[in-house]
């Protein structure tokens, strides 16, 4: 799929490249906010078709507090997210296609308090165990599909919106920690449920295999 959406944006590119059709160009410089959190783009529209667009959005979390099958994870997310894309505008007009290549960082780190796993046989307390986690969505270049509406076709201040998605292949790594640890059979019988819930929450992470993208934002075009 990957090689698909690259050797369909590069063929597209050589297209526009090659085309007659090409009008005045303009710049735009944007501003937005959205789901991938918030930033800006900076977008050449080269031709009355087609335009370039590069950008950029993060965001930190502080709050995350979500439960996996009776455990409860509190943490936070980091996430930077770049993107380059071909914009296709069939009317030449404000409506676009949009299709290229998108870096997300998404860096997820957490804590998890089990509900339901039981030390006693090893004279310790419920809470001397506890899940260490970090997780990842994507660890390279992801092919991003998507449309929306941009004014880069005149020049002033103007606004864009844009839905999409990108693929996502998420990495979790957990670990048993707290005074659990010290105790070396206490230690060997937890094994099991780290790993088993480590793939509980990939399985969450993943369960759509897609990252939803919708934004807002104003540019100015030149």
Do not use: C
Request: glycine share 10%; net charge negative.
């Amino acid at each position: 799929m990957r090689l698909v959406t690259s050797l369909a944006l590069a063929g597209a590119l050589a297209v526009a490249s090659s085309s007659a059709m090409a009008a005045q160009d303009h710049w735009s410089l944007g501003a937005q906010a959205g789901t991938t959190g918030l930033g800006g783009s900076v977008s050449w529209r080269f031709s009355d078709y087609f335009a370039l667009t590069a950008g950029y959005s993060g965001y930190t979390y502080d709050d995350l507090d979500r439960t996996v099958d009776d455990v409860d994870y509190k943490g936070d997310i980091d996430s930077d997210i770049y993107s380059l894309k071909l914009d296709y505008f069939p009317w030449a007009g404000g409506f676009f296609l949009s299709g290229g290549l998108v870096r997300p960082d998404v860096k997820l780190n957490a804590t998890g308090t089990p509900s339901n796993v039981d030390l006693s046989n090893y004279g310790l307390p419920d809470d001397a165990a506890y899940l260490d986690g970090k997780a990842e969505l994507s660890d390279g270049v992801q092919p991003y599909l998507g449309l929306g509406w941009r004014t880069s076709n005149r020049e002033g201040l103007g606004f864009y919106a844009e839905a999409g998605a990108f693929w996502i292949d998420p990495t979790v790594d957990l670990e048993a920690k707290g005074s659990a640890v010290n105790n070396q059979a206490a230690q060997t019988a937890l094994q099991p449920y780290v790993d088993q819930e480590e793939e509980e929450v990939k399985d969450e992470l993943n369960k759509y295999n897609v990252y939803p993208v919708a934004v807002i934002g104003i540019e100015y075009t030149f």
